[in-house]
C-alpha cells in the first residue's frame, strides 16, 4: 500500500487503520525490543537467585531461604496486580519507565546488602518490578504493532525472557570461575548487581519512547496522538484522530449499553482464556526442569571428589545447555506464530511437552548412569523446545492483545497476576509432591496436565493472528455470546 492508499484509508477508516496496515520499520523493531528490556530482567532476575543461593552467606532460616527463591514471584503476583489500574490512568511508558527504575534499584540493593534483610527486601522490589513489567509490556506492543506482525513483535517478550534465563547462568558460570575465591564474597553480590545495567539502559532509552498511540486516542489527547503516530511513521491530523476517536467511543457507548458495563461477556471471556492459558502454562511444569534439571543433570559434568562450587558450577552448565535450549526454539515461535497462528502453535506446543515429559520420567525411573543423563537431557530439551514454540511467548502475546484499550492494563494485570500464583504455587507444591508421590510420577502428573491444556486450548483459544485488536476484542464478545457459534470475524 503506498503512503497516499494510506492517508485516504485513515480518513475513511480511522488513524488506527493506517496503525494497524503500516509497513514495518527498523523503528518498530526497536520499540518492541525496548518495551522487552522488562522480559530479560524477568528471565536474568528470577533464574539468577538459583546460582547464587549456595553463596550467600547470611544464616537463613528454612522459611527465609524459600522467600529467597519463591519471593519474587509472590512480589510479582502483587506488582502485577498493582499495575493494571495504575497503567490504565497513568499510560504504558509511565509504567514502563516507572518498572525499570525499580529494577535498577533492586538490583543496586542486592549488591550492596548488608544483611538478609536488606537482601529479602531488595528481592520483593526486584519481583514487584518483574511482575508489573510482564503486565504491561505486550499490551504496549499490541497497541502499536501492525495486525499482520504483532505476533513476531510480542514474541519477542518471550524470547528477551529466555535470553535473560541463559545470560544469568553465562555471568555466573563466568564470574565464578573467574574469581572461585571470591563465591560467598564479591562474587554473588556483582552476579545479583549486574541486573542494574539493562535497568538503568531501559530508563534513559524508555524516557524517548513514545506513548501507546491507542492509549492516548483513548484518553482523548489528540495531539499527543498525531505526535506518536508520527513517531511511527503514520502521518494522521489531529481531526483524522478525534474523528477516529469518536467512532470508538460510540462503538464502546454502544457495547456498554448492550451489557451495561465495560467488563462485557467477551472481556470476562477473554479474561478467563488468558488466565486459564497461563495457569496451564506454569502448572505443566516449565520450570521443573530449569530448577531441578541442573540437580539431576549436574554428576555428568563433575569430576570424582569436587567440591560445592564444582556442583554448582557443573549445575550450571546443564542448566546453560537447557537455557541455550530455550533461546533457539523460541525462534520457531517468532517465526511460526503470525503464519501458522496461535492456536496451531499452542495445541502442539502443549502435545509435545506431554509426550517428552513422559520421555524424561521414563529415564528418571527406570535408567541409570549415562543412558539415564542422556534420555532426561532429550527428553527436558525437547519438553522445553515444545514450549518455547508453542505456550511460553504464545501465553504473553494473547495477555497484550485480547482486551479492549479500556481495560487492557487492569485486564492484561489480572491475567499476568495469575501466571505469577501459579508459578509460586508449582515452586512451593513441587518438593512436597515429590516426596509423596516419587519424581517420575509428578512428571507424568505434569504430561497428564498438559494433555489437558490441549483440550482447553482446542475448546476455548479462537485464532487471534492477522487481526486487528479491536476485531479480536469483538470476536470475543461475538464467541461469549454464542459458544459454538462460528464467530463472523475470521483471521485473513
Ligand atoms: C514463563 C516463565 C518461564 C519462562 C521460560 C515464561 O513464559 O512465564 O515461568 O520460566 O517462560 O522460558
Known amino acids: ?226 505526535k506518536a503516530l508520527g513517531k511511527l511513521g503514520v502521518d494522521v491530523s489531529e481531526e483524522d484522530a478525534r474523528r477516529t476517536a469518536e467512532k470508538l467511543e460510540a462503538q464502546e457507548a454502544k457495547e456498554a449499553k448492550q451489557h451495561r458495563r465495560i467488563w462485557s461477556p467477551g472481556v470476562k471471556r477473554a479474561l478467563m482464556v488468558v488466565c486459564m492459558f497461563f495457569v496451564f502454562q506454569q502448572i505443566t511444569g516449565i520450570n521443573v526442569p530449569f530448577y531441578y534439571g541442573p540437580k539431576l543433570l549436574g554428576d555428568v559434568f563433575k569430576t570424582p571428589g569436587s567440591s560445592a562450587l564444582d556442583a554448582s558450577m557443573a549445575g550450571l552448565q546443564a542448566a546453560a545447555i537447557l537455557g541455550a535450549v530455550n533461546v533457539i526454539a523460541t525462534f520457531f ?20 511437552m506431554a509426550v517428552f515429559m513422559v520421555v524424561a520420567s521414563v529415564g528418571v525411573a527406570f535408567l541409570t548412569g549415562a543412558p539415564k543423563i542422556a534420555v532426561v537431557m532429550v527428553g527436558f530439551s525437547l519438553f522445553i523446545t515444545s514450549f518455547a514454540i508453542g505456550v511460553g511467548g504464545t501465553g504473553w502475546l494473547i495477555q497484550g492483545e485480547v482486551f479492549p484499550t479500556s481495560v487492557r492494563g487492569t485486564a492484561a494485570s489480572i491475567g499476568a497476576s495469575v501466571d505469577w500464583l501459579a508459578n509460586f504455587a508449582v515452586i512451593v507444591a513441587f518438593p512436597a509432591l515429590t516426596a509423596a508421590m516419587g519424581l517420575p510420577w509428578v512428571m507424568v502428573l505434569l504430561a497428564g496436565l498438559a494433555v489437558v491444556a490441549v483440550a482447553f486450548v482446542t475448546r476455548f483459544l479462537p485464532e487471534t493472528k492477522h487481526l486487528t485488536v479491536e476485531q479480536v476484542v469483538a470476536m470475543f464478545e461475538e464467541e461469549s455470546g454464542s459458544s459454538g457459534r462460528t464467530p463472523s470475524v475470521q483471521p485473513s
Request: with cysteine; glycine share 14%.
Open 333 to 352: 515461535a517468532f517465526r511460526y506464530i503470525d503464519r501458522a497462528g496461535r492456536r496451531p502453535l499452542a495445541i502442539g506446543g502443549f502435545a509435545g
Open 1 to 226: 500500500m503506498t503512503a497516499s492508499d494510506r492517508s485516504e484509508q485513515t480518513r475513511t477508516e480511522g488513524v488506527l487503520a493506517g496503525l494497524d496496515t503500516s509497513a514495518m520499520t527498523g523503528f518498530y523493531w526497536y520499540l518492541a525490543l525496548l518495551a522487552c528490556i522488562g522480559g530479560f530482567l524477568f528471565g536474568y532476575d528470577t533464574a539468577v537467585i538459583g546460582s547464587v543461593l549456595g553463596f550467600v552467606p547470611y544464616h537463613l532460616s528454612s522459611l527465609a531461604t524459600g522467600y529467597l527463591v519463591a519471593g519474587a514471584s509472590l512480589g510479582a503476583a502483587v506488582g502485577a496486580l498493582a499495575a493494571g489500574p495504575l497503567t490504565d490512568r497513568f499510560g504504558r511508558k509511565s509504567l514502563l519507565m516507572a518498572d525499570a527504575t525499580i529494577y535498577g534499584v533492586g538490583a543496586i540493593l542486592s549488591a550492596v546488602t548488608i544483611n538478609a534483610g536488606m537482601l529479602l527486601g531488595a528481592r520483593t522490589l526486584i519481583g514487584l518490578a518483574v511482575g508489573a513489567d510482564s503486565a504491561i509490556a505486550t499490551a504496549y506492543i499490541a497497541e502499536f504493532a501492525p495486525a499482520k506482525r504483532r505476533g513476531q513483535l510480542g514474541i519477542i517478550q518471550q524470547w528477551m525472557i529466555t535470553v535473560g534465563i541463559l545470560v544469568s547462568y553465562l555471568i555466573a558460570l563466568v564470574i565464578f570461575h573467574l574469581a572461585p575465591g571470591a563465591a560467598k564474597g564479591a562474587d554473588w553480590r556483582i552476579i545479583l548487581g549486574l541486573g542494574a545495567v539493562p535497568a538503568v539502559l531501559a530508563v534513559a532509552l524508555r524516557a524517548r519512547m513514545p506513548e501507546s498511540p491507542r492509549w492516548l486516542l483513548h484518553q482523548g489527547r489528540y495531539a499527543d496522538t498525531t
